[in-house]
Nanobody
Framework: QVHMVESGGGLVQAGGSLRLSCAASGRTFSGSALGWFRQLPGKEREFVAGINWNGSGTTYADSVKGRFTISRDNAKNTVDLQMNSLKPEDTAVYHC?????????????????WGQGTQVTVSS
C-alpha cells in the first residue's frame, strides 16, 4: 500500500516563506516523477510544480515560477516544495503526488499516488 504524507503547511503573512515536505512509504519512488498540486474548495486540483525521476529537470506553473522550488531526495523517498514571497492567492490545500512515468509531467491524470494534503494559508 502506497502512503504519502505531507507536512509543513500553516499560516504565514504575505511575503513570507514555507517549506512543504512529502514522505512516501510502501514503495520507492526513485524511478517516478513527483509533483505538487493545490486545490481550493469547489475547484479543480491545479498543477504547481513537477520534478523528474532524478531531479535533473523541473517545471512550474507560471503563477509560482521564480518563487517556488521543488526538490527531491531519492535516498529518503521525499519531495519538498520551498515557497517564497507567498501571496494570499497561494492559499490552498497542497498535495504531493507520484507519477506513472519517470519524465517531467504536469497533467493530473499522469499522477497515480496522492497524499491527503496540507493547508497553506497566506494572510494579507
Amino acid at each position: 500500500q502506497v502512503h504519502m504524507v505531507e507536512s509543513g503547511g500553516g499560516l504565514v503573512q504575505a511575503g513570507g516563506s514555507l517549506r512543504l515536505s512529502c514522505a512516501a512509504s510502501g514503495r520507492t519512488f526513485s524511478g517516478s516523477a513527483l509533483g505538487w498540486f493545490r486545490q481550493l474548495p469547489g475547484k479543480e486540483r491545479e498543477f504547481v510544480a513537477g520534478i523528474n525521476w532524478n531531479g535533473s529537470g523541473t517545471t512550474y506553473a507560471d503563477s509560482v515560477k521564480g518563487r517556488f522550488t521543488i526538490s527531491r531526495d531519492n535516498a529518503k523517498n521525499t519531495v519538498d516544495l520551498q515557497m517564497n514571497s507567498l501571496k494570499p492567492e497561494d492559499t490552498a490545500v497542497y498535495h504531493c503526488a507520484a507519477g506513472r512515468v519517470a519524465g517531467l509531467i504536469t497533467r493530473l491524470s499522469e499522477f497515480g499516488s496522492w497524499g491527503q494534503g496540507t493547508q497553506v494559508t497566506v494572510s494579507s
